[in-house]
């Protein structure tokens, strides 16, 4: 058997957020929408034009992961971690705005960017499963929503999707007059991503191993000072 390649979680967790974030900014750039989550911070900025998407995509991320910690009532470091995650998400989102602004912008090039954004997404969302790391806020709220209030995760799942796209939809008509972020690529990601992530995970699990850096290095100084 071949033997597996060990990788870091957190370069892995690195990885993730400049993939997932160009696969955002790729569907953007297709113009024929983008996830239920990503909406609401994208429809902000259309709104609210003073922030970038990427400004608003850690904005509406940190007031999720804020919302969790009062739920729990404590300070907890995961959720921390995570919301620096998603910090660093929305600036890799407007960093990819950047050079993603000289790509033409005809019909062909618009599907080629939705698949792009496809394989991105698909692939990045297989790292992050298993990466053993914080994941950001817009996936961890869901899961640790449905925790905390012993409620079944796809049916919170379902409901906070159905939020962010009944939110996305009344502010877009109401201030652009127009549906902004959501179309029928919307519909087509939360069919596929599910199978692409299928797909590239079974790849993934094939190939390599992961392991935590942090976790790896602190018990070795353990055992040195407990040598020592």
């Known amino acids: 058997m071949r033997e ?7 370069l892995l967790l690195i990885i993730v957020l400049v993939i997932n974030s160009m696969g ?16 609401v911070p994208y429809v902000f900025s259309k709104i609210f034009t003073f922030f970038t998407f990427g400004t608003w995509n850690y904005i509406f991320q940190g007031m999720l992961a804020i919302s969790l910690m009062v739920m729990v009532k404590k300070l907890k470091p995961s959720y921390i971690v995570s ?6 998400f929305g600036k890799f989102l407007d960093v990819h705005a950047v050079w993603m602004s000289i790509l033409p912008n005809g019909i062909m090039f618009r599907f080629i960017y939705f698949l792009m954004g ?9 790292l992050a499963n298993k990466c ?3 994941i950001i806020p817009t996936d961890m709220f869901p899961r640790d929503f449905a925790s905390i209030c012993s409620v079944s995760y796809s049916k919170v799942k379902t409901v906070f999707d159905l939020s ?3 939110t996305t939809v009344i502010l877009s008509v109401a201030f652009c007059g127009g549906v902004e972020g959501i ?26 191993t992961v392991y935590r850096f942090t976790e790896k290095h602190s018990f070795t ?8």
């Open 118 to 126: 496809m394989i991105c997404l698909g692939f990045g969302i297989a």
């Open 83 to 88: 919301f620096m995650a998603g910090f660093f």
């Open 24 to 39: 955002v900014q790729f569907m953007t750039k297709s113009g024929f929408g983008i996830s239920a989550i990503s909406s």
């Open 221 to 228: 100084r353990r055992r040195g000072r407990m040598a020592f």
């Open 183 to 208: 179309g029928a690529g919307t519909v087509i990601c939360s069919l596929l991503t599910g199978k692409v992530v299928s797909l590239f995970q079974s790849v993934i699990e094939k190939h390599i």
């Open 4 to 10: 597996k390649h060990k990788v870091a979680g957190e």
């Open 164 to 166: 962010c796209l009944a």
């Open 132 to 134: 053993l790391m914080p």
